[in-house]
């Protein structure tokens, strides 16, 4: 019983994340892209120090050149391990591990901008650490796996 009410707590809690977190109403900056717009590729990387830290930057083609963070991306501080994705539109989602907040940006131009952040934690059961996960190009999905073992008392 218990178990049934736990995965019936993480649905409808992922089904009112998402019904809350979309919306209809697009940024101008993300239109459609057109035919002949590059295709642009989003690289987060962690760089250890004193503090930790993420940036994301943006490149359009990965076999020329070199990328470098140094003057250059947005940093995703204070995040520990960042889960980058996006969508058809343009809209690029991070996901902050540690932290539990699902940022959404537009990119544009080599400039991001944060549109809307979430935090995912409350809905979760307070559990920052759950994994997102892009169903489509409307739905992303965030899960959390709890397992525990169970003795079979008929073995024992």
């Known amino acids: 019983m218990k178990k049934v009410r736990l995965i019936s707590l993480l649905f409808f809690s992922a089904l009112m994340l998402f019904a809350v977190s979309c919306s209809d109403d697009d940024d101008p900056n993300n239109q459609e892209p057109e035919e002949n717009t590059p295709r642009v590729f989003h690289i987060a990387a962690r760089f250890d120090g004193k503090d930790s830290e993420v940036y994301m930057a943006a490149v359009e083609d990965l076999t020329k050149g070199s990328l470098s963070f140094k003057g250059n991306g947005y940093a995703l501080n204070p995040v520990r391990s960042a889960r980058v994705f996006t969508d058809d539109l343009g809209w690029v989602y991070v996901f902050d591990y540690g932290g539990g907040y699902l940022q ?46 169970i003795e079979d008392e008929a073995m024992a």
């Open 104 to 149: 959404k940006f537009s990119y544009n131009n080599g400039s991001y901008t944060k549109v809307k952040e979430l935090d995912v934690a409350p809905v979760m059961g307070g559990i920052p650490h759950v994994r997102p996960w892009k169903i489509n190009e409307e739905t992303i999905l965030i899960h959390n796996i709890i397992a525990r073992d």
